[in-house]
Each structure stands twice: as structure tokens, then as C-alpha cells.
């Protein structure tokens, strides 16, 4: 029987123990709500003098470059540079085979001296024909004495009607080669003039001759870079072929399209001699701004920057982003970008750690302290010592609860996250 009563006095007694402590358990507290904050970082307000920033786009070009062409058809003899070679003012970049260049200089020189000697008998036989001019001429003189005596006989009966003919026939040759030598004088100005302009063509002809046979050998006009090169010793090239390009190292320009509403300023500055200096992202090289494009587009004008400095690697064709100084603003706020929300809309941390919003009025962009793109912004409802939020919080809104992880210093420093 006890055997039996056993199992269900354990039950009890385990049923009894749960209820006790059950019962003296202790109440947990009751929960209280607590708000919720957002851990932002913040950046004292300190308004000082900025320079702005123009974040521009552009292509290194070499203005100076020059393209150098073959002066006739002939044989590449010598290339002794390559694509990319920096040389020296005058030294051999190309030369074309003498065996081509030569014979059209000879020619050219052949064809002076004969006209030269063709000259030179012209005035000979101007010479000839004056001194024989005289002698026909005395000639004339003497047959029509001839013809005079033989008339007088003639009415004497004294001569021959033949007699007299003869002596008309002689009168009438000598009248002929005096006439004839007369021609010959007056044309003598016009055919000595004729081959002056043929001589003067000749040696217009030489000198492109000499000119072409100079140019066979292409010599570096300054100190540059070599490029472009088309030939290889042993090419057949025509005339006015290409041949390779060079162009000055130190005289680069970087073109990048300026945005319309920029315009006005950067002209403003050119015209007051006020410099502006652009430095590269990335490689830190410098331009200045030297002048607008003559031209224009719906997209912007170009601005033309020449290279301050050592090209530090650039080659032209190279695309660089520059950031170009615009005026100084006074009394602006450096923000990071994060910081802005929406296009015109700051948030300040009021005493009980709440947002406030702030419009503001945006400036431009300008370098921050930690070299990243910072905005320029000025607002009225923003004051010395506020805080600002420089976190971008998507759900930032009026009077929402944030947490400030670490406040920056008066310079406008924001930690780095």
C-alpha cells in the first residue's frame, strides 16, 4: 500500500515546492520608455575669410606643337629618335636619302646657268647687231649715191637703162637689211627682258630646290618631346607626308570647360590682373588662368590654363581634374558635404542636444582641412559657437534627438570617422 502512496506524495510535495516559489518569486521592475538618440559628429560654427574653389575638368594640349612633313618624295635614310625621346634644338630627327634630294637641285642649277649663258649672248649679239646696224646703214648711204650718178647717166645717155634698175635692186637690198638690223635692235629689249623672267623663275625654282634639299634633314626647331612618329628608316614617303611631331615640354595648357554662370567672375579677375592658380588632385600640379576660349557653347566657354611649373609626367591628351581658386568670400562657413541635407539645409545642436534647422545660402566649395571638397556656406539663423551636425542623417529632422560623438575645434576640424 505504501508502495503505491509513494509516487503520489512525490507529486505533492514537487506540486507544493513549485507554488512556494512561485509565490515568494520576486516583481521585476516596471519598464520605463526611454527616447532614442542618434549618434552624430558636430563642428563648431567659426565664419572667416574663404577662397572658393571651381572644380574643372580639362585635357592637357601643347599649343606649341608643331607637325613636321617630308619637303619632297623620297627615302627615309635616318630616323634616330623615337616616340616619346626628349632631344635638343638641332639635332637630327629625320633625314631623307641625298640620292633623292640632289637631282632636283641639280637641275634646278643647270637650268639657271643656261639661262644665265643665253643672257650673256643676247647681249653679245645685241652688241653685233648695233655695229652692224651702222655698217648697212653706210652701205644704204653709198648705193643711193650709186643710184643717183647711175639717173644722172641715164638722162645723158651715158648708161643703160639696166644700169640703173641694177642700182635701184642694190638700194632696195641695202633699205632691206638696214630695216631688217633695225628690228633686230628694237626687239632687244624684250628678248633680253624675256629671259631675265625666265632667269628670275629659274632661280626662284633653285632656291625651292635648295630650300627642299636643306629640309631633308629635319633638325629639332627647339628642345621637346618627340610624338607621333609616322616613318621608319627605308619608307618611301611623298611629298608633304608626315613625319613625326614635337612639341615643348614646359609650354603645356590644360583646357576645361568653365559653367556659364563662372564666366562673369574669372573674366573680371583676368581683367584686373588678379591671377587665379588651379592645382591638380591628383599630382599637384599648378596652372594659372591665362584666358577664355574666343568661342562659346550652351555648355560653358573654355578656360585655357598654362602650366606653372614642371609637368610632373603630364603628356598632352591627358585628362586632369584641377581645383580653380574664385574669388575670396568673407564671413562663410566650411562645411563638409555630409553635413548639407537637401540643397540648402543645415541642421544646428540647440542646448538640449536637439535639431534645429537652418537655412543657408551656398557659397561654392573650397579645400577643407582634410583635403577632401568642403561647401562654402552663409546663413542668418546660424551664429558664432553654434554646433552643427557635419553627419548626414537620412531621418534628420526638427527636434530630433541626437548624441554628439565628438565635437570639432573652432577651425572647423571634423574628426575623421
Known amino acids: 500500500m505504501l508502495k503505491r502512496l509513494l509516487p503520489l506524495l512525490i507529486l505533492a510535495l514537487g506540486i507544493v515546492g513549485f507554488m512556494a516559489l512561485r509565490l515568494t ?48 618624295a623620297a627615302r627615309v635614310a635616318e630616323r634616330p629618335v623615337r616616340d616619346g625621346q626628349r632631344v635638343s634644338e638641332g639635332d637630327l630627327l629625320v633625314a631623307l636619302d641625298d640620292a633623292d634630294l640632289l ?45 643717183e650718178r647711175n639717173r644722172s647717166l641715164v638722162e645723158r645717155n651715158l648708161a643703160s637703162q639696166a644700169d640703173l634698175d641694177a642700182a635701184r635692186d642694190a638700194v632696195a637690198r641695202a633699205r632691206l637689211s638696214v630695216t631688217t638690223r633695225e628690228s633686230a635692235v628694237a626687239e632687244h629689249p624684250s628678248r633680253l627682258a624675256s629671259l631675265e623672267a625666265r632667269l628670275a623663275r629659274a632661280r626662284a625654282a633653285l632656291a625651292t630646290a635648295r630650300r627642299d634639299a636643306a629640309r631633308g634633314r629635319v633638325l629639332a626647331p627647339f628642345d621637346g618631346v618627340v610624338t607621333d612618329v609616322a616613318v621608319a628608316p627605308g619608307d618611301q614617303v611623298a611629298a608633304r607626308a608626315p613625319l613625326l611631331s ?49 568661342e562659346s ?6 578656360a585655357i590654363l598654362a602650366l606653372d611649373g614642371p609637368a610632373a609626367g603630364l603628356r598632352p591628351g591627358a585628362l586632369v581634374a584641377v581645383l580653380l581658386e574664385r574669388p575670396a568670400v568673407a564671413d562663410a562657413l566650411a562645411v563638409p558635404f555630409a553635413a548639407l541635407h537637401g540643397s540648402d539645409l543645415l541642421y544646428r545642436i540647440d542646448d538640449d542636444d536637439r535639431l534645429e534647422r537652418a537655412r543657408v545660402e551656398r557659397l561654392g566649395e573650397t579645400r577643407g582641412p582634410d583635403g577632401q571638397r568642403w561647401l562654402l556656406v552663409r546663413g542668418d539663423g546660424l551664429a558664432a559657437g553654434d554646433r552643427v551636425i557635419a553627419t548626414h542623417l537620412p531621418n534628420a529632422m526638427q527636434g530630433l534627438r541626437v548624441e554628439v560623438a565628438d565635437a570639432a575645434n573652432a577651425t572647423g576640424e571634423v574628426p575623421t570617422p
Do not use: I, K
Not at 297 to 302: F, I, M, S, V, W
Open 246 to 294: 614635337l612639341y615643348p615640354a614646359e609650354g603645356l595648357e590644360l583646357r576645361a570647360r568653365v559653367p556659364s554662370r563662372f564666366q562673369v567672375e574669372l573674366v573680371e579677375s583676368l581683367e584686373r590682373g588678379e591671377p587665379r592658380l588651379a592645382v591638380a588632385e591628383e599630382g599637384g600640379q599648378r596652372f594659372v588662368l591665362s584666358r577664355l576660349a574666343g
Open 25 to 72: 518569486r520576486p516583481e521585476p521592475p516596471p519598464a520605463v520608455p526611454q527616447e532614442r538618440s542618434w549618434r552624430v559628429e558636430a563642428l563648431t560654427v567659426a565664419f572667416a575669410d574663404h577662397v572658393p574653389v571651381l572644380p574643372l575638368f580639362g585635357e592637357v594640349v601643347a599649343p606649341e606643337r608643331v607637325s613636321l612633313v617630308a619637303s619632297l
Open 103 to 147: 637631282p632636283p637641285l641639280r637641275q634646278a642649277e643647270a637650268e639657271v646657268a643656261d639661262l644665265e649663258a643665253q643672257g650673256e649672248n643676247e647681249r653679245l649679239r645685241h652688241e653685233n647687231d648695233r655695229r652692224a646696224l651702222e655698217r648697212e646703214r653706210e652701205l644704204l648711204a653709198s648705193a643711193q649715191r650709186q643710184l
Open 297 to 302: 557653347d550652351p555648355a560653358g566657354t573654355e
